[in-house]
């Protein structure tokens, strides 16, 4: 603040010319000398085009003399950055306009509080809100507050630009024909107003062409063609110091409704004058947003659809066998190498000497079967194998489960007195003693019947003291139908011991494929590298799946990048748009405080805002179409478990990244020409 009669501006020489492509240069101002004072009741007057205008956008700080000096606060205005103008703007100087320039889509408050929003510091936030309610009661606007400036009659329109020009209590009051749109009785209110101001201490300068708002002043400056002909202090002043009621702000509280109506205003702005921009255009809009939507709900469904999916599968996997390899003699390799024929690792010497060299790693099991054998009950008979068990380690890796009767007691696996007790798979079960008539369901009464084994290595009497579930494989059709006994039954029923076919079980940690191979390694050393070995595992079926997901994923998130470009290139017309058609709410903006850096932030905000609702529309079909995808598919896999949907929060973050990164990446051009308009051109739009 300055001290009484110290000068305010000081115009030296000041010139402005007006240039234009392909116009001629005109000059508006010729060599100006002026100054003015704090506390001054200033009134410039002259015909239309006499520079009035311009030497009003020169005190404002919204242009740049051409030539001269112009200083504020004796500073030299050529030395101002364009933020220090913005600061000055918004805490110095406060404009009425004759157009009013209230903002449409905001209320009388906010349109009061705009200034507000680009105050410089938190400090100054202090108390405003509490500060424009008390200037609505001053002026005469309670109970119009939350009302649109359409719903209000001029000399209302003119009372609210005026709160709004002393919202941060400026030092001047810069009034551009503040009653050329006013009747007689408004007017001489707003000129009342003024004079009761001026008598408060502010500096009051009108810009006006009639001579009864001039002789309102103590001084008269009056220009033509560009020139100060005549400066004089106005001694006829109809209204005395003495007759005027100065005007002070309430004392008021803590401005802690100030933060939260900023807060409001904030979410107000980001989707509002977007918004409101958009309804107007709702073909434009809804194809915009439909290809933005798109995008984004491809992408979720690709990833919740995928992650989902693929931990389904690696579950499934697990199921069969995933977390196993299998080696074998390699009998194709063998004969087009010439190698010998291999009889295999002896069960009871050879084997033991292996796992102990690869224990560190995991395990080794030997795979014992037999041929196809001849398996008679007394209600029926089936052809199959005998399939060796080793373990129940084995059986719960292999994710067998009990329907009924137990599982092997460990001594029954015992070398020693192998037990001759027997698994029958769920088919096996059904053939050997379903009764007749009754379907597939078997009785209890199986556990502890006997089935007879001839024809095969095996032969022998087996007592039946389990029945498997159903188990789902991609590897093995016979699962089902197969029954199982200990292995050291099997050897001591006549089963060869030695075996060319192994089951490598790695630890937690170690890959099934690493193993397999680190045990082929070996195997390979101890048989003296004469014979051919490979290895199958079913973790290469999953990685075979996950890389077709992945180029199925690859390929649909192509898709939805495609589809978020087309719609963020139709975010970034509609941004354009709605530039263009707000060039005068940027002028009133920047007229009141606000940087380049403000308008290139609310453009920003109203961007990202339209591709958020998009974005999350496009979210609620994801979720939709995600949830009937796996509706569909519990109808057609019954069998499968897990199957079912559950929202995936990577999905949703990353959905919600794509949105607010369209918002930016598209709405960055368009914020970048709203803020670098110039304020008096901008002002000047309609």
């Not at 199921?319 to 003699?329: I, P």
């Not at 560190?360 to 795979?367: A, D, K, L, N």
């Amino acid at each position: 603040m300055t001290r009484s009669g110290e000068s305010l501006f000081q115009l030296e020489q000041v010139t402005y010319t007006y240039t234009a492509l392909n116009t001629p240069a005109y000059v508006a101002l010729k060599k100006l000398n002026l100054e003015i004072r704090r506390g001054e009741f200033v009134a410039i007057i002259g015909p239309s085009g006499s520079g009035k205008s311009t030497l009003m956008h020169l005190l404002g700080l919204m242009a740049e003399p051409s030539d001269g000096v112009l200083k504020i606060h004796g500073t030299d205005f050529a030395k101002l950055s364009a933020n220090e103008k913005s600061a000055l703007r918004n805490k110095h100087i406060g404009f009425l306009f004759q157009q009013f320039f209230l903002l449409p889509q905001l209320s009388v408050i906010e349109n009061i509080m705009l200034p507000a929003e680009y105050a410089v510091s938190m400090q100054q936030h202090e108390n405003l809100y509490e500060k424009a309610i008390s200037l609505v009661k001053r002026y005469g606007l309670t109970g119009q507050e939350h009302k649109k400036p359409t719903g209000l009659s001029g000399g209302q329109k003119q009372r609210v630009a005026l709160c709004r020009a002393l919202m941060m209590e400026p030092d001047v009051l810069l009034c551009d024909e503040p009653t050329g749109a006013l009747d007689s009785a408004t007017a001489q209110e707003v000129l009342q107003t003024l004079a009761e101001l001026n008598a408060a201490g502010r500096t009051v300068i009108v810009i006006t062409h009639d001579p009864e708002v001039a002789e309102r002043a103590g001084r008269i400056i009056k220009i033509v063609d560009g020139n100060i002909v005549s400066d004089s202090v106005n001694k006829k002043t109809s209204l005395h110091p003495d007759e005027l009621t100065s005007f002070t702000p309430e004392d008021v509280r803590p401005g802690a409704a100030f933060l939260s109506e900023r807060v409001k205003l904030a979410i107000k702005q980001m989707f509002v004058p977007t918004w409101q921009s958009l309804k107007t255009q709702k073909l434009r809009t809804a194809l915009t947003m439909t290809g933005l939507l798109l995008g984004v709900a491809s992408v979720f469904i690709m990833l919740t659809l995928t992650g989902r999916v693929g931990k389904i599968f690696e579950d499934f996997f697990a199921t069969q066998g995933s977390r196993e390899a299998f080696v074998n003699f390699d009998h194709r390799l063998a004969e087009k190498t010439g190698a010998p024929r291999w009889r295999g690792l002896n069960a009871k010497t050879e084997l033991p000497k292996l796992s102990q060299r690869v224990e560190r790693y995991g395990r080794i099991e030997p795979s014992v079967s037999t041929g196809s054998c001849a398996i008679v009950s007394s209600t029926g008979n089936i052809k199959n194998s005998l399939v060796g068990l080793n373990s129940l380690q084995q059986l719960r890796a292999g994710s067998m489960r009990i329907a009924k009767g137990r599982m092997p007691m460990p001594h029954e696996f015992d070398g020693k007195q192998p037990a001759r007790v027997a698994l029958l798979g769920s088919d096996a079960a059904v053939k050997l003693f379903a009764p007749r008539g009754s379907g597939k369901n078997t009785s209890d009464s199986v556990i502890g019947q006997h089935i007879v084994v001839r024809g095969c290595e095996f032969e022998g009497i087996l007592t039946v003291i389990g029945v498997l579930e159903p188990i789902d494989t991609l590897f093995d059709r016979g699962v089902n139908s197969s029954v199982y006994i200990p292995t050291q039954t099997l050897f001591a029923g006549g089963v060869s011991l030695y075996k060319p076919f192994f089951t490598v079980v790695p630890n937690e940690g170690v890959s099934p494929t690493w193993f397999a191979k680190h045990v082929i390694g070996h195997l390979t050393v101890m048989t003296g590298n004469q014979f051919p070995f490979r290895f199958f595992a079913a973790e290469q079926e999953l990685e075979k799946f996950n890389l077709m997901m992945g180029i199925l994923t690859g390929l649909t998130l192509v898709i939805g990048a495609l589809c978020t470009l087309i719609g963020g290139i139709g975010v970034m017309n509609i941004m354009l748009v709605s530039v263009h058609e707000r060039v005068q709410e940027i002028g009133i903006r920047k007229a009141v405080g606000a940087r380049d850096s403000h308008i290139r932030s609310q453009f920003l905000f109203e961007s990202v805002g339209l591709c958020l609702i998009s974005g999350g529309l496009g979210l609620l079909l994801g979720i939709a179409v995600s949830s009937l995808a796996f509706a569909l598919a519990r109808l057609f896999l019954p069998k499968v478990e897990n199957l079912s949907y559950q929202l995936d929060p990577m999905a949703l973050l990353i959905s919600i990244a794509v949105s607010v990164g369209a918002g930016i990446a598209f709405g960055t051009w368009p914020a970048r020409r709203a803020a670098a308009m110039d304020v008096v051109d901008a002002l000047k739009q309609e």
